[in-house]
């Protein structure tokens, strides 16, 4: 069964925020709620999904501004890595330490521990999908402030996202969806 992707425009510095779920599933996780749009609750009712978890990849404003709009219409626990909680404009659920999963209808994400952009960065993966938030993009990477977090971070992406193929189609929050496979071949901030 094929995991689906909608994104969504989001937020006053815009970012794409995404729903994804697995064919035959009632429940969907949202990742990175930049913004608020009525489009959201509109497609869950189309489709017929349920957000059943919010995963943020860092705490930066612009992936958190829709917060808390997005929970007084769809109440659903908040998963962010630990070194980035005190990024966010409220106390989240749950607490990432590292490589976890978030369970959601037959699907287990794995968020995926990508420092560099932010301490707490993380990617989120299951089957053929990866969310990488600020950590990869469409030919370039996430910024960092300092050398060694751009070397750290370059090492994630080959370590923790390359091995999982090139068919993997990667959803950046900024710009366009790509591959690993494009990535690995044309990235020049990854040779």
Not at 53 to 72: F, Q, W
């Amino acid at each position: 069964m094929r995991l689906h992707v909608r994104s969504f425009v989001l937020g006053r510095y815009p970012i794409r925020g995404h729903l994804a779920w697995r064919d035959g599933d009632r429940d969907a996780l949202f990742i990175d709620p930049g913004g608020w749009d009525d489009a959201i609750t509109e497609t869950l009712a189309t489709l017929g999904l349920v957000v059943h978890a919010i995963a943020l990849t860092h705490g930066h404003r612009d992936h958190t501004e829709g917060l808390r709009a997005m929970l007084e219409r769809l109440p659903a626990p908040v998963y962010v890595h630990a070194a980035d909680v005190h990024l966010l404009p409220m106390q989240p659920d749950v607490r990432l330490a590292g490589d976890d999963e978030i369970p959601c209808g037959t699907v287990r994400w794995q968020a995926l521990h990508t420092p560099g952009h932010t301490p707490g960065c993380l990617c989120f993966a299951a089957d053929d999908v990866i969310f990488s938030g600020d950590t990869l993009f469409a030919g370039a990477i996430g910024g960092t402030t300092f050398l060694e977090a751009y070397e750290e971070e370059r090492q994630h992406i080959r370590e923790k996202l390359f091995p999982r193929g090139d068919a993997t189609r990667v959803y950046p929050a900024h710009g366009p969806a790509t591959t690993i496979g494009v990535e690995r071949r044309c990235n020049p901030f990854l040779r």
